[in-house]
Structures are given as structure tokens and as C-alpha cells.
């Protein structure tokens, strides 16, 4: 769905903001903040308020990342944020979502909230937009799902980057097209919601598989026939969760799956990378100072499959290295029998 951006105070009149203090979170409020005169922002605690209110940018994650004051409202309670806000982005780990979101007391009938948390939420072993409609009575109407490929990275550097947003109602839409687009953001919008949801949840899976591949020392021609495989094995897997029409090879699928898979700034290539090399998969994580989301997946995606009884042979295999201690390159090598 192709949109043409509306003049830039148009896209002022609407109230958003961000949950969330991690890299993307803060790649979000940096895309917000090109066109929005100001961005609600709820982080994590008073040390991040405080570093942001003084010194402009976020102390953990993307310092480089200056904001002018003037442009953020920043706080610690989402109760805050979603009150003043028509729009609600949530950029948590996906482990740390029910957290906040438990904390949510105010009135929040006909807010939207726009997932970009690429996870399954633990409290409930289910997607967001599921987590939202079962636990907050929030329909798919008043939900959105931000996909990419769009490293929070490069977003900081101001390269041009891609989002799509998945929403249903054409005026919601809209709405965010304008809120998103900037000069180096190019957005395009979809009705797959949920086909956009899991596609981000299974191409981080993926590229733990792709970042063990390159530890063991498997090269470019293996990765390339692995990430082949692994978009067919993505189209099964959509298909049978959430059928309707789409085509896997769009940016937001294929393209998404890319660069988590080959990009050095990919957190899930990196662990798959440490386990590649040999670490023990508690000790990659716990070396990692950000989340690796395809580890959380894993376990409830394999699940999902086996309940299906979807072949799935690339994400039985990473399940098996990350949850039952199978030895990666023993469990490589038989994928590479199967794989072609």
C-alpha cells in the first residue's frame, strides 16, 4: 500500500509516544522526532530520565543520538505517556513488555498502540497483537506492527532505512505513514498484521542460525542456501498461523530476514555467532549487553510448529542447539543434508 507523505504540520497534530529505552526504542523517538513538534517518551527509570533531560541523549543504548530537549517529554510512568497520547509505540525487550504494560491503569479506550517488539511476550508464550487483544481488550482496529529492515543503527547514522507498518484501518494508516516518513525513512504499509509480526519473530531465529553457521565456518554459499531455505520455511509457517494472501519476498519478509541475518549490527547473528565459536549458549547471552529476541522465540515457535505438524527442519535445529544442549556443529551438519 503506497502512501504520499502529507505537508509536516499535518503530521504534528497527532500525540505519540515511546515506551521503552533500549536502541530501538531510541531509533523510534529519533524517526519521531522529524516531524513531531514533541514525542512523549517513557523509560525505564530516573537515570535515563535524568541523562536525557541534561544531556540530550540516551546513556545506554545509541549515545550518539543527540535530541533537543525541547522536542521530548520525558517519564517514567506510562500512565503519563498514555494519557497524553493518541499514539502509543512499544519498543520493550519482549520479556520486559507485561511489565510495563501491567503498570497501565489510566483509560486507554481508542488509544493505538503500535507494536515494534519483535518477540513473544513469556507472561503469555504469544505475539503481541494476541498479548494485546487477550490481556487489554485491545483490537486489532487500534493495533499496528512496525516491521523493517531497519536497524536501529543506521537509523541513528540517518541511513536510509525502510519500515512497514501493518495496521488495518486505512485512516490509522495514514496517520502513522505521516508520523513515520522522513528523509532517510521510507515507509510502506501492509494489512498483514500479523503475517508482519511473526515474519519479525522468525527472521531473528533465523539469524541465530546464520550467525552459528559463520562460527562453525561455514561461508557465504552455505549462508546463502540456508536463508533460501529459511523463506520457505518462514512461508510454511505464515501460512499456517495466519492464512491470507502476501508475498514473502517483500521487504518487510525477505528483506527484514536479509539483514538480520548478514548484518554485523544484528544482536541474534551475534549469539548464534559466540555459540558458533563455541560458548555455551548461557554464556553468550550473558556476554551480550542487549537482547537477543530469537532466543526467547525459539521455544515457542518450535511448539507452535511441532502442534501444526509444519516441517520445519532449520528452526527444529536451532531450538534443539539453544534449548537441549545438542551440539551446534553435529546438528549443523545433518541440516546441511536436508537443506538444498
Known sequence: MTKKKEPKSQAQTTTIGVVGSGSFATAIVKMLVENSQLVHWCVRNEY????????????????????????????????ELVTACEVVVLATPSIYLSDAMDKMTCDYENKIFVSAIKGIVPKVNDVVAHYLRDEFKIGFRNQAVIAGPCHAEEVAMERLSYLTIAVAEEAVAKKLFNLFSSDFINVHCSKDILGNEYSAIL??????????????????????????????????????????????????????????????????????????????????????????????????????????????????????????????????????????
Open 48 to 79: 535515563v530520565k535524568g541523562a536525557i533531560e541534561q544531556r540530550g541523549h540516551n546513556p545506554n543504548y545509541l549515545t550518539s543520538v543527540s535530541f533537543n530537549n525541547k522536542n521530548l517529554q520525558v517519564t517514567t510512568d506510562i500512565n
Open 203 to 340: 527472521k531473528n531465529i533465523y539469524a541465530v542460525g546464520a550467525g552459528i553457521s559463520s562460527g562453525l565456518g561455514y561461508g557465504d554459499n552455505f549462508t546463502a542456501v540456508f536463508v533460501s531455505n529459511a523463506v520457505r520455511e518462514m512461508e510454511i509457517f505464515l501460512e499456517a498461523v495466519y492464512e491470507v494472501p502476501r508475498d514473502v519476498n517483500e521487504s518487510a519478509y525477505l528483506g527484514d530476514l536479509l539483514v538480520t541475518a548478514y548484518s554485523l549490527f544484528s544482536r541474534n547473528r551475534n549469539l548464534g555467532n559466540l555459540i558458533g565459536k563455541g560458548y555455551t549458549v548461557k554464556s553468550a547471552i550473558q556476554s551480550m549487553n542487549m537482547i537477543a529476541e530469537g532466543y526467547y522465540a525459539a521455544d515457542s515457535v518450535y511448539h507452535t510448529a511441532k502442534s501444526k505438524n509444519l516441517k520445519t527442519p532449520i528452526i527444529d535445529t536451532i531450538y534443539g542447539i539453544l534449548y537441549k544442549e545438542k551440539n551446534a556443529e553435529i546438528e549443523f551438519k545433518k541440516l546441511t543434508l536436508v537443506l538444498n
